[in-house]
């Protein structure tokens, strides 16, 4: 199947998991996640109207940013893990930071995206909402004074939260998914913190019912990495 195709058809189960919740389609949004996808395959999603990519390693995204400059208004967010060491190499493409979990890390973007001429810079708070050790982001009770930090500062634009479950468990993901919105509404709600991103390709349904604003999905669409 090509890549048009398949974003087809990402795109009508994102529109009709939204109507069946009895939200507008219109308010979710979708990142494609391309890592370790060719640039070719991202062109080719890109020819078939799609604008917004993820990608979870920071050279990774600096390459394929270079090589694809010429399409100047692909939306980059990345979604990996960040080191406070790759945050310069980051903030050169990223439009979106999905994956802040400490203030250090908060304020090393803030300082980078400043030099680089990039600020205010949108991020997310990762939120740690599953035991498994090779999960991210931030424990609830520390969301308070990271949320009250970012904000702060006005190199940063505070956008809202993002999570991910553990692979595969269908029961788990609505919970998790349940818990964020939930923390959300705890810190201000969708005035203060309008994205949630959650739901990948195997749980993006259960997530738009829980309320997602952002569903990041690779496989449904590029195929298996
Ligand atoms: C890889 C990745 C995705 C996409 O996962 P698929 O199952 O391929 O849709 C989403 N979010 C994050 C954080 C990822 O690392």
């Known amino acids: 199947m090509s890549i048009a195709s398949t974003l087809a058809d990402v795109r009508a189960r994102i529109a009709s998991a939204a109507r069946a919740a009895g939200r507008d389609p219109k308010d979710v ?3 494609a996640v391309s890592k370790t996808h060719a640039p070719e395959k991202i062109r080719e999603a890109h020819a078939a109207g799609q604008r917004t990519f993820g990608e979870s390693y920071a050279q ?3 390459d394929k940013s270079k090589a694809l400059a010429d399409l100047a208004d692909i939306e980059w967010h990345f979604i990996g893990h960040l080191q406070s060491n790759k945050a310069k190499v980051v903030v050169r493409s990223a439009r979106v930071i999905e994956t802040v979990h400490s203030s250090e890390l908060a304020s090393e973007i803030g300082k980078r995206a400043a030099s680089a001429s990039r600020a205010p810079i949108d991020v997310l708070v990762e939120v740690k909402l ?3 050790a090779s999960k991210h982001g931030a424990a609830p009770a520390e969301l308070g004074a990271l949320l009250d930090a970012i904000e702060k500062d006005s ?3 505070l956008r809202g939260l993002m999570t991910m479950p553990p692979f595969g468990d269908a029961v788990i993901a ?3 998914f349940d818990e964020l919105r939930a ?3 705890r810190h201000g709600g969708a005035s203060r913190l ?3 991103s959650m739901g990948m390709t195997g749980d993006f349904e259960i997530a738009i019912a829980s309320g997602a604003t952002l569903v990041r999905i690779g496989t ?3 195929g298996a990495r």
């Open 220 to 222: 449904a669409i590029f």
């Open 130 to 132: 599953s035991e498994e």
């Open 155 to 157: 190199r940063l634009r």
């Open 60 to 62: 990774e995204l600096d």
């Open 174 to 176: 609505k919970r998790i």
């Open 183 to 185: 923390l959300r509404d």
């Open 194 to 196: 309008p994205e949630l």
């Open 29 to 31: 949004k979708l990142v």
